[in-house]
């Protein structure tokens, strides 16, 4: 079964600033990474999907890269509505989560 | 409107049972997998089972194998999750979530919470 291990755990940043996240898996996923996002009392939505694709409605302030098993979420400029947590997301079976990073305000 | 409405959480006695429905809306059901995912209080995401589109497949995590059975009624636009043998452990919010055509869950629904304790 693959690990998906995220960091770091908490990002304190301030609106506007650029935040960049990581999430390393135990093998190679290729590029079948997913990214979600998810506020408090709501559903995941999905951010970007094969690594790098943004997902339908999606910013274009987040963008998504790596490959094999080094993968990083970033978001440009941070919104208000940005601060949330962010999962990763390997398509598999069983499908694997990372244990998710959490964008806080600074 | 494209939406999936879960339904059927509740309190449950350690060693219960509980039924969970989604109701999906929107789209055209039977095409595609289906999965459910819950969220303990305060912690991650973890898949639970999937279903293909047809139902000829199912898929479960290890820890609810032999517990747990995923089904589906395409004529209703229906998913279902039936729980057996419920522990303490499997306290969480459920998702019935879609996957898409590249196989990641674009389509969430509110979540039912499903909590066991005596």
């Known amino acids: 079964e693959i690990v998906l291990t995220q960091s770091p755990a908490t990002l304190s940043l301030s609106p506007g600033e650029r935040a960049t996240f990581s999430c390393r898996a135990s093998?190679?996923?290729?590029?079948?990474l997913a990214w979600y996002q998810q506020k408090p009392g709501q559903a995941p939505r999905l951010l970007i999907y094969?690594?790098?694709n943004r997902a339908t409605g999606i910013p274009a302030r987040f963008s998504g890269s790596g490959s094999g098993t080094d993968f990083t979420l970033t978001i440009s400029s941070l919104e208000p509505e940005d601060f949330a947590v962010y999962y990763c997301q390997h398509r598999s079976n069983p499908e694997t989560f990372g244990q998710g990073t959490k964008v806080e305000i600074k | 409107e494209v939406q999936l409405l879960e339904s059927g959480g509740g309190l449950v006695q350690p060693g219960g049972s509980l039924r969970l429905s989604c109701a999906a809306s929107?789209?055209?059901?039977?095409?595609?997998?289906m999965s459910w995912v819950r969220q303990a209080p305060g912690k991650g995401l973890e898949w639970v089972s999937g279903i293909s589109g047809s139902g000829d497949s199912t898929y479960y995590v290890d820890s609810v194998k032999g517990r747990f059975t995923i089904s589906r009624d395409n004529s209703k636009n229906t998913l279902y999750l039936l729980m057996n043998s419920l522990r303490a452990e499997d306290t969480a919010v459920y998702y019935c979530?879609?996957?898409?055509?590249?196989?990641?869950?674009?389509?969430w629904g509110r979540g039912t919470l499903v909590t066991v304790s005596s």
């Open positions: 979530a879609k996957r898409d055509q590249y196989w990641y869950f674009d389509l």
């Open positions: 094969d690594a790098s």
């Open positions: 929107g789209f055209t059901f039977s095409t595609y997998a």
């Open positions: 093998q190679s996923v290729s590029s079948y």
